[in-house]
């Protein structure tokens, strides 16, 4: 029964994933133990850049990267931008180790582990010049709601981590949570609309996913915004 909880039990916080039902194929795994010692990030100890890329250059962050196809896209597009994306999916951490290996990536890190808590352990104020949430799960029942990622919470725990104009872009395919997550970031303390208020956009360098370009095909939306951090 729901309620006051009991003593020593704490309470459930929403997290910034679901664990899904998968395994890795022979590749994702043979990708895993071979690629992992180079590219895997620690969420137990501090992010250096330097020390973790050999260089400083403009650092994206990307939540839930899913089979990490788009995130591998725009780190080939953009080689002098570091990237890091964050998935605890076994499945698209093993691929988007394997793509990366493929593609030769030197500016690509991974994290295998919950994004909220890379943000709060690993990763120091001022730090991320992008952050990027491509579809995150919707939790179309009402019932569910509390559960969806982007809350006025956690977008001024996400807020500390990004520099002064640094740049939020989320995309959904689900009109309701485009709705919810527009109103979230509209009222959210340090931010404002790249694109003036209340404005969507397609002016933006993501790659179309797979899952996208059919549900588009089925006549399906899609719902882009980009959030500067002015404070």
Not at 76 to 103: C, F, K, M, S
Not at 129 to 154: A, C, M, N, S
Request: net charge positive; charged share 20%.
């Amino acid at each position: 029964m729901g309620g006051i909880p009991k003593a020593g039990i704490p309470l459930r916080t929403v997290k910034s994933f679901v664990i899904r039902i998968g395994r890795m194929t022979a590749a994702q795994k043979q990708a895993y133990e071979a690629q992992w010692p180079l590219l895997g990030l620690s969420a137990t100890e501090a992010f250096d850049q330097q020390r973790s890329f050999g260089r400083i250059a403009p650092l994206v962050f990307e939540i839930g990267f899913g089979m990490g196809q788009s995130l591998i896209t725009m780190a080939q597009a953009h080689p002098d931008w570091n990237y890091i994306g964050v998935e605890v999916h076994p499945p698209g951490v093993g691929n988007v180790l394997r793509l990366g290996a493929e593609a030769g990536l030197t500016n690509l890190k991974v994290y295998k582990a919950d994004a909220k808590a890379v943000l709060a352990d690993c990763i120091a104020d001022n730090t991320l010049d992008r952050v990027q949430i491509f579809f995150p799960d919707p939790w179309h029942k009402t019932r569910h709601h509390k559960r969806r990622l982007i809350q006025g919470e956690f977008v001024q725990e996400l807020r500390p981590k990004m520099k002064i104009g640094g740049v939020l872009h989320l995309a959904t395919d689900w009109e309701p949570y485009a709705k919810h997550m527009m109103n979230v970031l509209s009222a959210a303390e340090g931010f404002s609309n790249c694109h003036g208020a209340g404005a969507y956009t397609s002016e933006h360098e993501r790659p179309p996913t797979k899952f996208e370009q059919r549900g588009q095909r089925l006549g399906h939306g899609v719902w882009d915004m980009l959030f500067k951090r002015d404070s």
